[in-house]
């Protein structure tokens, strides 16, 4: 696996935040035997990184059972030789983790397009994918079919040249009807499952603007410039606006069997590698849709031609 950094920060605490599924401790161990380098070069644990630097990984950090093809459907919104973007259904974990090793988008992708037509210096893991969205956010994903796009467009989600832009509906209504949220996130000290604003950390930036408020509720376009976990759950928590059914981040009380939070990434949008810019609008799926017309929020400020 490659990762390129985009934080000055030591590069344990790097790969533990980038790759959760393996303890800091661990990372400690794996760099003092060799199996993680930067620039080629073999490093320290309290190495500090510099924007740019290629952190390389050794697959067999990430050995899982034999991945399996499995026919899950997948809306394929645009493909070429090198690309797919894909619109991410609901309930659908991106990559294999831990005992989760079927029903993954992983799994949907190697049975459409076959192992050796998507890239692998990601993870063996984690063929053709760039990044993430959580199990239950939906919206646009781009997926590399080899390991030269994957190396184009991780390095244009590293240095924010992806725009990638949300729909949320969340609680509360807002005295700024649209404003940039800057600060530092990291995890939570006190439940490491959880991501939580710091004064130290790595910076996360995100731009909202509301596009249509009820009473108690509001539907709100957020473009994200930096991508951490859990980004717009935590900022929208932070500024007492959390989404509508997040168990983890929100402990509004409301009325609706809801157990995940309404999260849609709708807009994405990149050069390709010669230079054309590649623009994509999605609208929501219909549980989006039903929650905003229950609660009479404008579904005409989200219209995708």
């Known amino acids: 696996m490659i990762l390129i950094a985009d934080d000055t920060i030591r590069v344990d605490k790097y790969i533990s935040d980038e790759l959760d599924e393996i303890p800091r401790e661990k990372i400690k161990d794996f760099i003092k035997d060799k199996l993680i380098i930067v620039n080629e070069n073999q490093i320290k644990p309290s190495f500090k990184l510099k924007e740019g630097d290629e952190i390389f990984i050794d697959d067999s950090l990430f050995e899982v059972p034999e991945l399996i093809a499995e026919d899950i459907p997948l809306d394929v919104?645009?493909?070429?030789?090198?690309?797919?973007?894909?619109?991410?259904?609901?309930?659908?974990?991106v990559h294999p983790a831990g005992s989760i090793v079927t029903g993954t988008l992983v799994n949907a992708l190697l049975f459409k397009y076959g192992y050796e037509n998507l890239s692998h210096i990601g993870g063996e893991d984690r063929p053709g994918i760039v990044h993430r969205l959580d199990k239950d956010t939906t919206g646009l994903m781009v997926i590399a079919k080899n390991n030269d796009s994957y190396r184009y467009l991780k390095n244009l989600f590293e240095t924010r040249k992806v725009r990638k832009e949300y729909l949320a509906i969340v609680f509360g209504n807002f005295r700024e009807k649209s404003a940039r949220i800057e600060n530092f996130m990291g995890r939570d000290p006190h439940n490491r499952r959880k991501m939580a604003v710091l004064n130290s950390g790595?910076?996360?930036i995100s731009e909202y603007e509301v596009l249509s408020e009820v009473e108690g509720f509001s539907l709100v376009r957020v473009h994200i410039i930096t991508g951490r976990t859990h980004q717009i759950r935590v900022h929208m928590t932070d500024i007492n606006h959390p989404l509508l059914g997040d168990p983890v981040y929100g402990n509004f009380k409301h009325k609706f069997n809801l157990d995940h939070p309404l999260l849609h990434c709708t807009y994405l949008a990149f050069e390709d590698k010669n230079g054309e810019k590649l623009e994509f609008n999605q609208a929501p799926p219909?549980?989006?849709?039903?929650?905003?017309n229950i609660l009479g929020l404008d579904e005409d400020k989200i219209k995708v031609e």
């Open 202 to 204: 790595r910076k996360a």
């Open 77 to 93: 919104v645009y493909e070429n030789d090198d690309l797919a973007v894909i619109n991410k259904q609901k309930n659908l974990i």
């Open 286 to 292: 219909e549980e989006f849709m039903k929650y905003l």
